[in-house]
Structures are given as structure tokens and as C-alpha cells.
């Protein structure tokens, strides 16, 4: 294993793909595609539908409610036991769940497009969850198949293609489509229209869907089978039951309980009303999570849901199983936190252009996100998993102090440059823009760090699998490690007001430092991933 290898030896780095046997370069095209399939739906309930609907005219309040057509991709570890559960025939563990995935979201998104945002807007919401429905079970699926797929010297490469495939994709329906709807940048009159634009996702799915039934090595049948069908689905039914009870129960009790709770340190408090009320909705937010969850625990134990249930044990039967739930909910925490909030950073206490924002956020440092990944799966097949997640971990946390330096110096403090305009076909930039750059140099080390903290962190999910429960336990570890990125912003919004721009990214900085402690602490079972327990299961 990598571990194994003497520091001297970095020339080998360079000399790893003449080692790389056909079925691995075909394995890991595999993974890039199935990050291409799970990145192109997002967009689309999401940033490139809300365009969609501003350009239809409608109301802000709508377009903020249709923004919880998301919801799905948060909930996704409900349904995850029944495919790990239940086989498609013909197609093999996981390819059959593959393609009907992929086809069901061809077919919806080309319902979508024939569905008008403002003549039936309530047909076009259920149809929009009903797409992120699907993109989400297909996220589960892929998720699955790329943790059975690959064995662990190659989960590292893996996983940083997987997240170029994805970032790919989204720079397909979340950014040129935007350009491709833009009357002004149309080689035609009027250009392309977002229901025709819908319409080329759903023939992109489908042909990914024909690549899943034909391209894609098999994975062998090691399912759990132990439980009985019919109580399975009855113990699924059992547990959205309690999910939905401890909604309303929460949404009903959770407000006056946090108030109640927060009233005596509010009395002399200096924090205005609003502030006030953020930390009372985000109490009541906690105490509904802590009051659901248990009941929804109860409920799959009551029920007998045991593809759940076997799959948690499974889990919890390794090694410092619980310890590795706190790690995953700490690794990205501090990076969160300070991603959480840049946007309003960049332009309203900064005062950058939005141009200045979009060119060196969003183009340029999406591109070094790409980067960061594919540096950092070449460098694990060096340092191995354990290093990387420290050293990668370590270099996320000192980005964040770039945003505090930021924050203190202000802009002008590094020269910067003047990017002329261009017109790439797929990209334009109308006018000339200036480049600070201080805001070059922060976001090209934040962007490149968590590119690399990303591809480590997504082959460290993929060890911590069994493949009897890979979309069981994947879609649970996923979950946790979405807390901070889902969670953090109401924290974050109120603590950036209370205590000022600088001292917060302090703050986020200081929040990395568990994760890299607990890293250090949990060593030796880290170490102990690197190794695969099993041959390969690719039944080729």
C-alpha cells in the first residue's frame, strides 16, 4: 500500500499510469461518467430552473417555495436500504437501478419542459420534486456502484475523476445553458428556450442511460437477503410515517419550546430582534432533528425495516464506527463555515464587482476545484488515505485564514490585472473587468484545497462501506457529511453579524482543528481502509 512506500521514492508518482492495467483505466472512466450523469440533473431543480421561472415572470415568494424541490437529495438515506435490498432483473446488482433511474429522469425532465411554470405551476412543482426524486435516487445508486466498483488503491483517482465528471456537468446545466437561453449572446433571434434546453438534458440521460445497460462492468450479487420483502417495504412505510409526524409535531411545538428556553438569556441582552429570532429558529431547527430522529430510529426497529437495521449494524460493528461519524461531520465543517456566507462576503462587505465575483469565483475558481480533485487522487496514490486526509485537511484550514487576511487588508492590498474581454463560444465576458489580486489568491487557495480535501474525503466515505449495504451506508455517511454544508448557514449567517467579518473567519478556522485531532487520534483504523479486506467484485 501506499504507506508502505519510502518518502524518497516521488519519481514513482509520475511513473503510476505505466502500472495501470486496462480494466482500471476502464473502471475509472466509468466512475467520470456516472459523476457526469449525477452532476447534470442538479442544476436543473435548482440554480438553472429558478432562471427559468424569473424569466417567466414569477413572483419572488414562488421561486423561493420552489426552491424545497431539493428536499429529496436531504432525505435520499430513506428509500437507500430498498435498493441495496431489492435486484432488477436482466441488468445485474446496481446497473438495473442505474438505467431505471436514468431513464425515469429522461422522462420527467421531458415532462418538465412540456409543463408551463406559470399556466400550471402547482403540476410544475410535483413534477420538479419528482425529477430531484429521481436525481437523487440515482445519486444513491451511483454512489453505491462506485464504492463496489473500485478497489481501494484506486478510490483516490476515483473519486477526484467522479467530482470532474460532476463539476462538468454542472458547468453544462447550470452555466452555458444560461448563456445558451441569453437572447443577446444567440446566434439566432430569440436563442434557444429553456423548455428546449430540458429537452437536451432528457436526451443526455438517455444516452446515459444506454451507456449504464451496455459500457458498465457488472458488480457481484452480495446483497443482503435476510429479510423478507414485505416487511422491508413495510418498515420504509413505517419510518416516512414517523418522518412526517415528527414534522409537524416539531414545526408545531419546537418555536414557543426555543423561545421559552432562550428567554432567560435574552432578558438584558443587547441583540437586536432579529438576531433574536435567528437563534430562536435555529434551536427550534435542533431540537426538531433531536426529536425526529430517534422516533424515526424507533419506528424502523418497531417496524422491522432489517435492510436498514443490518446495514447500520454492519456499520457500527467496525472499528471505530462511531468515532468516524463525528470525523465526518467535523472534516468539512470549517470549510463550510466559511463557504457558507462568501457570496454576500465578496460583494456587499468587500464591495467586489459581480463580474470581478462570477470571473474569479465562479469560472476560474471552479476550474481550480477541478484541479484540487485531480492533484489530489494522483497524490493519495502517494501518501495513501490517512496522509492525505490530514495534509489536505490542514491546507483547507489555512485557506480560511486567507479570507480572514482578506477581510483585514480589504481590496488593493496585491496587485491585480484587467481581463479584457472574450467570447468563447460557450462563455463571454462583455467588458473589460478588473481582477483584484488579494481575491485571486484566496479563492485559487481555497478552491484548489478543497478540491483535494474533497477527492480525500470522498474515497475515505467509499472505504467505510460494506458492499452488502453499499447504498444503506453510503447514503447514511453522506448525510452526516452534508450537516455542515446543509446546517451551518443559520449559525453562520447570525454569528457574522454578531462578531464582524474577521473574527468569524478566525472562527471557521478554529473549527477545522477537531477533525484534524480526531484524524490524528483515529490513525491506525484509517490506515487500516487502505487495504482491501476482498478481492475485486467486478464481474466482467
Known amino acids: ?95 438495473g437501478w442505474l438505467v431505471l433511474t436514468q431513464l425515469a429522469l429522461a422522462g420527467t425532465l421531458l415532462w418538465l419542459a412540456d409543463t408551463s411554470p406559470t399556466q400550471a405551476t402547482r403540476s410544475f412543482a410535483l413534477l420538479a420534486v419528482l425529477v430531484a426524486f429521481v436525481a437523487a435516487s440515482q ?28 463539476r462538468l456537468a454542472m458547468i453544462l446545466s447550470g452555466g452555458i445553458a444560461l448563456i445558451w437561453v441569453d437572447p443577446s449572446n444567440a ?46 417495504l413495510m418498515g420504509f412505510a413505517a419510518l416516512l410515517a414517523a418522518v412526517a409526524v415528527g414534522f409537524v409535531i416539531s414545526d408545531r411545538f419546537g418555536p414557543p419550546i426555543a423561545r421559552a428556553l432562550l428567554a432567560p438569556w435574552f432578558e438584558g441582552s443587547t441583540l437586536d430582534a432579529g438576531l433574536q429570532r435567528k437563534w430562536t429558529e435555529l434551536l427550534a431547527l435542533l431540537l426538531g432533528l433531536a426529536f425526529t ?14 435492510t436498514l437495521l443490518n446495514g447500520l449494524n454492519s456499520y457500527f460493528s467496525q472499528r471505530g464506527a462511531a468515532a468516524f461519524l463525528a470525523f465526518i461531520v467535523l472534516y468539512k465543517l470549517g470549510d463550510a463555515f466559511a463557504g457558507s456566507l462568501m457570496t454576500p462576503f465578496l460583494l456587499k462587505a468587500m464591495m467586489f464587482s459581480p463580474a470581478e465575483v462570477g470571473v474569479v469565483n465562479k469560472l476560474i ?57 472574450f467570447d468563447w463560444g460557450f462563455v463571454k465576458l462583455a467588458q473589460a473587468t478588473d481582477i483584484d489580486g488579494g481575491l485571486l489568491m484566496v479563492i485559487a487557495a481555497e478552491n484548489l ?31 452526516f457529511a452534508s450537516v455542515g454544508r446543509v446546517w451551518v448557514g443559520p449559525l453562520a449567517g447570525v454569528l457574522a453579524e454578531a462578531i464582524g467579518w474577521p473574527t468569524f473567519f ?25 487495504v482491501d479486506s476482498k478481492a475485486p467484485t467486478v464481474d466482467d
Open 293 to 306: 430522529l430517534p422516533l424515526a430510529a424507533w419506528a424502523a426497529r418497531a417496524a422491522k425495516f432489517q
Open 365 to 421: 475558481g471552479l476550474w481550480l476545484t477541478i484541479g484540487g480533485a485531480l492533484v489530489g487522487g494522483l497524490l493519495m496514490l502517494k501518501l495513501g488515505l490517512w496522509r492525505s486526509l490530514l495534509l489536505f485537511g490542514v491546507l483547507q484550514m489555512a485557506s480560511n485564514l486567507g479570507f480572514w487576511w482578506l477581510a483585514v487588508h480589504g481590496k488593493g492590498a496585491l496587485p491585480g490585472f484587467v481581463l479584457p474581454p
Open 449 to 479: 484545497s478543497g478540491g483535494m480535501g474533497t477527492a480525500a474525503f470522498v474515497a475515505f466515505l467509499m472505504s467505510l462501506c460494506n458492499q452488502r449495504f453499499t447504498a444503506t451506508q453510503y447514503a447514511l455517511l453522506s448525510a
Open 187 to 232: 446566434s439566432q433571434p430569440g436563442g434557444w428556450t429553456w423548455p428546449e434546453v430540458y429537452r437536451l438534458m432528457a436526451a443526455l440521460m438517455a444516452g446515459a442511460a444506454v451507456l449504464s445497460a451496455t459500457a458498465l462492468p457488472r458488480v457481484l450479487s452480495v446483497g443482503d437477503r435476510s429479510s423478507v420483502a414485505r416487511q422491508d
Open 1 to 95: 500500500m501506499p504507506d508502505a512506500q519510502p518518502r524518497d521514492a516521488a519519481p514513482s508518482l509520475v511513473r503510476t499510469p505505466k502500472h495501470i492495467d486496462p480494466g482500471m483505466l476502464h473502471r475509472l472512466a466509468v466512475v467520470t461518467v456516472l459523476g457526469f450523469a449525477s452532476g447534470l440533473p442538479l442544476a436543473l431543480t435548482g440554480q438553472a430552473m429558478q432562471a427559468w421561472l424569473s424569466l417567466e415572470g414569477l413572483d419572488l415568494a414562488t421561486i423561493g417555495f420552489l426552491s424545497l424541490v431539493g428536499l429529496p437529495y436531504t432525505f435520499k438515506f430513506l428509500w437507500a436500504p430498498l435498493m441495496d435490498r431489492f435486484e432488477l432483473p436482466w441488468l445485474g446488482r446496481r446497473r
Open 139 to 166: 445519486d444513491v445508486v451511483i454512489d453505491a456502484y462506485r464504492t463496489d466498483l473500485l478497489a481501494a488503491r484506486e478510490r483516490g483517482l476515483g473519486s477526484s475523476l467522479s467530482v470532474l465528471g460532476y
Open 506 to 530: 478566525v472562527v471557521s478556522t478554529v473549527l477545522a482543528l477537531p477533525a484534524l485531532g480526531m484524524l490524528w487520534w483515529l490513525r491506525d483504523a484509517v490506515r487500516e481502509l487502505e
